[in-house]
């Protein structure tokens, strides 16, 4: 059964800190895996990663993906209060299947 | 551009009632995904479609169904809704060989099961 597992579930950080999520995953024939950000609605797109240590940046945000252990990490540096969302990470599958995990709620505090 | 549409928005339906929910995109896309999302759950895949006429079960496939009969277009059927399929509905597409992978997401639909 394809299954993507993401931690923590929540955390609560101070502006400025440095966050680290982590999304793992078991699925059948991977070929991605993408990272969103949720906030109130739909999510929106952050990153897609296909091969093993290519970190892909965007402004204060970063991500690598580890084939061979099979886990991505997001990094994000300086947080910032509208950084506070839900954090999703999905593997693209075989059959061109899109299953996410279950999100890592972010809060910032000034 | 449009993107992706879905409706409706917002549905309270009495156990045992059925309804459908409508997607609709205009970017051409051929990938077509129903998710229903709950508190603490992410996003859980209930059906999902690669092209016209074509549909695949998810990890959340019962009591729904799906059709794709026009390229646009996804339904999603609740044939006989249960309080337990209470949740918000996402559509989403992609293309099928986009250079990101990303899908793209309706603002979704919030359905209440009384």
């Known amino acids: 059964e394809d299954k993507v597992v993401q931690s923590p579930l929540s955390l609560v950080v101070h502006e400025g800190d440095t966050v680290t999520l982590n999304c793992s995953y078991e699925v059948t024939n991977f070929r991605s895996l993408l990272w969103y950000k949720q906030e109130k609605k739909a999510p929106t797109f952050l990153f897609m990663l296909t091969s093993s240590g290519i970190e892909k940046k965007s402004g204060r945000l970063s991500s690598i993906l580890d084939k061979k252990e099979l886990f991505s990490i997001l990094n994000i540096t300086a947080t910032q209060t509208g950084d506070s969302a839900v954090y999703l990470c999905?593997?693209?599958?075989?059959?061109?299947?899109?299953?996410f995990g279950p999100g890592t709620s972010l809060s910032v505090i000034p | 551009n449009a993107g992706v549409t879905q409706t409706p928005k917002f549905r309270v339906l009495k156990t045992g009632q059925s309804m459908t929910l409508l997607c609709a995109q205009d970017?051409?896309?051929?990938?077509m995904y129903w998710y229903r999302q709950d508190p603490g759950m992410g996003l859980r895949l209930i059906h999902y479609s690669v092209g016209e006429g074509t549909t695949a079960k998810g990890e959340v496939p019962d009591g729904y169904n799906v059709s794709r009969l026009k390229k646009q277009n996804f339904l999603l059927g609740l044939e006989s809704a249960a309080p337990s399929q209470t949740s918000v509905y996402f559509c989403a597409s992609s293309l099928l060989a986009g250079v990101t992978g990303e899908l793209f997401f309706g603002e979704g639909s919030r359905l209440t099961v009384l």
């Open positions: 999905a593997s693209k599958t075989s059959y061109d299947k899109v299953i």
């Open positions: 970017m051409n896309h051929e990938y």
